[in-house]
């Protein structure tokens, strides 16, 4: 679903996991697509890359967390006819910075340097569920 407004169009797909709160998954303004922080979290609000042990404790895999995320945000920008080579900005979001290496790990498999994104990444001190273990927000130009 698409809504124009003065800050531009917002896209909100029916067939992601929804919004957290009121945002849509991307919104197209001045010739970009800015994609809002996105999870692992799959439609039924399962998250890709968490097992839950009989103890109840979790096991937790980065790289199938992050492999999950990028699959989203091709996803959300395949929407407005994008796709990860139009992505210009990565800022990635990591609860733990011994993630870093199993991220990079992912990440380097779909972006190289000379025509990837720009990137920064921070620790936070949690995200939205313990389930996870990074978010990831990008811009990408859109496409004419």
Known sequence: MQHQ????TSYILDERAKALAHYPHMRKAGGLLFVSGISSRRPDNTYEGVEERPDGT???????QTKAVF?????????????????????????????????????NTLFDGPTGP?????AVHQLPSPKLLIEVKAVALAPQ
């Open 58 to 64: 979790l096991a937790l895999d980065i790289k199938a």
């Open 5 to 8: 407004g003065v800050n531009g």
């Open 118 to 122: 720009t990137r920064t990444t921070v």
């Open 71 to 107: 699959e989203n945000i091709l996803t959300i920008l395949k929407a407005a006819n994008a796709d990860l080579s139009h992505v210009v900005d990565v800022t990635v979001f990591l609860v733990d910075m011994k993630d870093y290496g199993g991220m990079n790990e992912v990440y």
